[in-house]
Every structure is written in structure tokens, then in C-alpha cells.
T-cell receptor
Framework: AQSVAQPEDQVNVAEGNPLTVKCTYSVSGNPYLFWYVQYPNRGLQFLLKYITGDNLVKGSYGFEAEFNKSQTSFHLKKPSALVSDSALYFCAVREWNNNNDMRFGAGTRLTVKP | EPEVTQTPSHQVTQMGQEVILRCVPISNHLYFYWYRQILGQKVEFLVS????????KSEIFDDQFSVERPDGSNFTLKIRSTKLEDSAMYFC????????????FGNGTRLTVT
């Protein structure tokens, strides 16, 4: 079955600095990869996805993610962090032929300090 | 932008009681899901539903759980006899037909079992 790992429970960065939130995945076939953000007392909001094509995908709020097949990674990045980016971030994976469950990582809490 | 709506936002119940959590998915979506999140941590898959039947369910989704789509708009999760460990945030999600479509989440129902 597919799975994702987010090795960091917490990431702290200063406002204006670049940020990276790490994710690695495991699937038996081709992966569909997603990033979601969760603000307090809210549901998960879709940020971006990788399906095929260009390994660098761009999403909402200036976020981007890089798919690396050899390292089975899909790290989330932003060139310049904002205090408002502070939230819980989840990586998720789905197998290409599976419309059923999407598996989520354990989440990484991003804190951006002014 | 269309949204997934969930009611109630907070449900308190006594152990052993039945609860029904309600969701209205996005109207043109065909796949429906329930996830739960305990203490703001990992998002756990419960069940997926398509074409009026369960597509896949996790080991969490035992005989105490059931789902139903009683009409064209509502999607419900029933817990027959709640346990203390059922206390969690329950998220409903929906997606379009294709596996490359992201899930759209509601804001969740916080279930507290006392």
C-alpha cells in the first residue's frame, strides 16, 4: 500500500527566509503526490499536486514542490516565508490507478517567526 | 468556490451512544471520504464511497461504523456505540472521478465522547 513519511514534526524559519518541508513516499506504481495545509480549527486545504511532467510544480500562496523520483521525495518549498504561512502541512500520496484512499503523512508544523 | 460542509461543528456524546455526522459534498463530485484526526495529529483514512457503496475501508472502520448517502446531497457517518477513543476531528472530503483530482475537505466535526 502507498505511504508517505514526513521526517520533521516541526520546522522553524525566520520570516523572509526560504523554507523546506520534507516528504518521502512509497508506492508500487506511479505516484500522484499532493500537499495540503491546515490552519487551526479548519479542514485541509489543497496546495499543489504532482501528476506527471515537470518535476517542479507550483501551487497556491507561492508554494512549490519538487518531485524527485530517484530519491522518492516531494519536498515543499517557498523562497520567502511569511508569518501567515505558519500552519500544519501534510504530504499525501495516491497510486495512479486508485481512486480510493489518499494516504497522508503525519504532518509537519511550520512556524515562521517575525 | 463550492465547499464541502459538515454539521455539527462540535458533537458531545456519552460513551455507548450513537452519533451521526453529516456532510454535504460538492455537488458534481462522485467520490466521498471520511477521515479522522486525533489531537491535531495524523490524518487517518476511514472509508471511501462511490456509486452508493463502500469502495475501500481501513482497519479503523469496524462494525461500529457505517456510511450512507440517503439522498442526492448528504453523506453521513454513523458510529453505533461510541467509545472514548472515538473522540477526534472527523473530516468529510469529496473529489471528482479521476484519481489525479485533489480531495476537498470540510471543516470537520469535533466529536467528544465522555
Amino acid at each position: 500500500a502507498q505511504s508517505v513519511a514526513q521526517p520533521e514534526d516541526q520546522v522553524n524559519v525566520a520570516e523572509g527566509n526560504p523554507l523546506t518541508v520534507k516528504c518521502t513516499y512509497s508506492v508500487s506504481g506511479n505516484p500522484y503526490l499532493f500537499w495540503y495545509v491546515q490552519y487551526p480549527n479548519r479542514g485541509l486545504q489543497f496546495l499543489l499536486k504532482y501528476i506527471t511532467g515537470d518535476n517542479l510544480v507550483k501551487g497556491s500562496y507561492g508554494f512549490e514542490a519538487e518531485f524527485n523520483k530517484s530519491q522518492t521525495s516531494f519536498h515543499l518549498k517557498k523562497p520567502s516565508a511569511l508569518v501567515s504561512d505558519s500552519a500544519l502541512y501534510f504530504c499525501a500520496v495516491r497510486e495512479w490507478n486508485n481512486n480510493n484512499d489518499m494516504r497522508f503523512g503525519a504532518g509537519t508544523r511550520l512556524t515562521v517567526k517575525p | 468556490e463550492p465547499e464541502v460542509t459538515q454539521t455539527p461543528s462540535h458533537q458531545v456524546t456519552q460513551m455507548g451512544q450513537e452519533v451521526i455526522l453529516r456532510c454535504v459534498p460538492i455537488s458534481n463530485h462522485l467520490y466521498f471520504y471520511w477521515y479522522r484526526q486525533i489531537l491535531g495529529q495524523k490524518v487517518e483514512f476511514l472509508v471511501s464511497f462511490y456509486n452508493n457503496e463502500i469502495s475501500e475501508k481501513s482497519e479503523i472502520f469496524d462494525d461500529q461504523f457505517s456510511v450512507e448517502r440517503p439522498d442526492g446531497s448528504n453523506f453521513t457517518l454513523k458510529i453505533r456505540s461510541t467509545k472514548l477513543e472515538d473522540s477526534a476531528m472527523y473530516f468529510c472530503a469529496s473529489s471528482e472521478a479521476l484519481s489525479l483530482s485533489p480531495l476537498h475537505f470540510g471543516n470537520g466535526t469535533r466529536l467528544t465522547v465522555t
